[in-house]
């Protein structure tokens, strides 16, 4: 079975990451540098709260994804040892992701919530380099093998 993912799962876990990227980055714009006037000075801005839940929702079905991957992707890969390091590195970014996700909902202390909520935009936002590394990393392996490999095989 080969690692490599059909056209549709592909597209399908990119467009998750991307989605979460996006309203995740977006919070981050809004929640930072951008303000509103309220009755009683500067507020959050209201579409803050609405990013916060798409992005929480949108993490359900990308850690579905990200278990379907294992016996799909990671597992054929892992005995010949493809991509290896970048692949690992990428599980382990996502179990932080999500781990800390799960620490902003339900851990109260600010000064943890804070130091989460840095962390996880961090990695968050270091994550599409990962991706991309790991994928230009596989290419250049095909392509690799593929000028190895005689004509006609």
Do not use: K, Q
């Not at 800390?100 to 990695?123: F, M």
């Amino acid at each position: 079975m080969s690692p490599r993912l059909g056209p549709s799962s592909r597209r399908a876990v990119y467009g998750l990451c991307l989605l979460l990227l996006i309203s995740g980055a977006a919070w981050l714009v809004l929640h930072t540098w951008l303000r509103v006037d309220g009755p009683f000075g500067p507020e959050h801005h209201p579409l803050e709260a609405w990013l916060m839940r798409v992005h929480g929702l949108l993490a359900l079905p990308a850690l579905l994804s990200l278990g379907a991957l294992l016996p799909a992707h990671v597992w054929p890969a892992w005995r010949p040892r493809r991509r290896r390091g970048s692949g690992l590195v990428l599980l382990g970014a996502c179990g932080l992701l999500a781990l800390g996700g799960w620490g902003l909902y339900y851990v109260t202390d600010e000064a943890a919530r804070n130091w989460l909520s840095i962390s996880h935009w961090v990695l968050g936002l270091a994550l599409p380099a990962l991706v991309l590394a790991h994928i230009v990393g596989a290419r250049r392996e095909r392509l690799a093998e593929e000028t190895r490999r005689p004509p006609g095989l």
